[in-house]
């Protein structure tokens, strides 16, 4: 592996993880854009490795500090996380019989709709 590939999954992990403990997002939305476009993977490369990165405890410090401020409701979070492994199971197993160039299309309109009704919404 390049010096250059190093240092660019090196820039995509702290924007991420900034841009996570930040306003709570960073895989698909950055990551996945970012292994993309600067380091030239496929569709599939870039949402597998996004969801790689966040296999380790990528966001404890993060977690924790929003814990210390009282912001955590712990018995949601332990809910949503349990069916969250099901739905990724569920998700991945779907994604990977879409077409690559279909499921960029899907993602791509996904952050669009987001973003439009996170500016424009209530």
Avoid: E
């Avoid at 403990?21 to 490795?49: C, D, R, T």
């Avoid at 405890?57 to 332990?78: C, E, K, S």
């Amino acid at each position: 592996m390049s010096i250059t590939a190093v240092l660019l999954l090196m820039l995509v992990g702290v924007l991420a993880g900034t841009l996570s403990g930040l306003v709570g997002v960073g895989g698909g939305i950055l990551m996945v854009p970012m292994f993309i476009f600067m380091l030239g993977y496929s569709q599939y490369q870039a949402q597998g490795m996004s969801l790689a990165v966040m296999l380790p405890p990528v966001t404890f410090l993060a977690v924790y500090n929003y814990h210390q401020q009282g912001a955590i409701d712990w018995r949601m979070a332990l809910i949503v996380s349990a069916t969250f492994i099901i739905g990724g199971f569920l998700g991945s197993k779907l994604a990977l019989n879409i077409d690559q160039q279909q499921l960029k299309k899907i993602f791509g309109g996904l952050m669009l709709l987001i973003a439009l009704k996170m500016i424009f919404g209530k």
